[in-house]
């Protein structure tokens, strides 16, 4: 389970679905959108999400029906429902199905972002929430890092690259791996982005370089 938390956002309207997208980015969250049920079937083992938002009025495959595939499936992914229904009725309705959480809409975005993040420390396999190797040590709550006890300041790719390879803990991490973890749907899979990242992270960690490149096969922490 990555470090970086991953959410698959299933919502019709392609306005909200792309506003509710760019917030939890904003939170350094990675995040896939998909408009329809079966869609979010097919997506969500896919992208390894940790928690999907599901708006339970969905074409194609309705919210529940989605919600009951995913749990027949055995899918870890923690899911928060969203619906225009506001009764307590509805409420039990969707939990009952299986949904992990429940918010009607309208709703405030902080409560949004509360809920999402809460569902995330609660999903799977979750990794610690402060990880160590040698003179490295990272706190993914507070988005810090230290290198012998000196603060270094990380974009948000390049701390989920970081976590990733810490998480790997010496393993060797594919730049495959490292683009479908830390990067989205729209990444161009031919893309530059991770060797750059690799670079300024390198650049900003300082010497003696942590970070091992295993030519035609990834990435370590020395």
């Given at each position: 389970m990555s470090a970086v938390l991953r959410v698959l956002v299933v919502e019709?309207?392609?306005?909200?679905?792309q506003l509710i997208a760019a917030g939890l980015r904003e939170h350094d969250m990675t995040v896939d959108v998909v408009h329809d049920g079966a869609a979010a079937v097919s997506r969500v083992t896919d992208v390894a999400a940790d928690v999907v938002v599901l708006d339970r009025d969905l074409p194609v495959l309705h919210g529940d029906d989605v919600t009951r595939a995913l749990i027949r499936l055995g899918s870890p992914a923690r899911i928060l429902m969203l619906t225009a229904a506001a009764s307590l009725d509805s409420r039990v309705e969707g939990l009952n199905l299986g949904a992990d959480d429940y918010l009607a809409k309208p709703f405030a975005f902080a409560e949004l972002i509360?809920?999402?993040?809460?569902?995330?420390?609660?999903?799977?396999?979750?990794?610690?929430?402060?990880?160590?190797?040698?003179d490295l040590t990272v706190?993914?709550?507070r988005h810090e890092v230290r290198r012998g006890g000196r603060p270094v300041t990380l974009t948000r790719k390049e701390f989920g690259v970081l976590t990733e390879l810490l998480r790997a803990d010496g393993e060797i991490v594919s730049a495959e791996h490292l683009l479908n973890r830390v990067w989205d749907e729209h990444a161009d899979p031919f893309t530059t982005a991770v060797r750059t990242t690799v670079k300024t992270l390198r650049q900003k960690l300082g010497d003696p370089d942590p970070i091992a490149t295993v030519v035609g096969r990834g990435y370590r922490l020395a």
């Open positions: 019709d309207d392609p306005v909200l679905a509360a809920r999402v993040t809460a569902l995330g420390r609660r999903a799977p396999n979750r990794i610690p929430t402060v990880l160590h190797r040698g706190d993914v709550g």
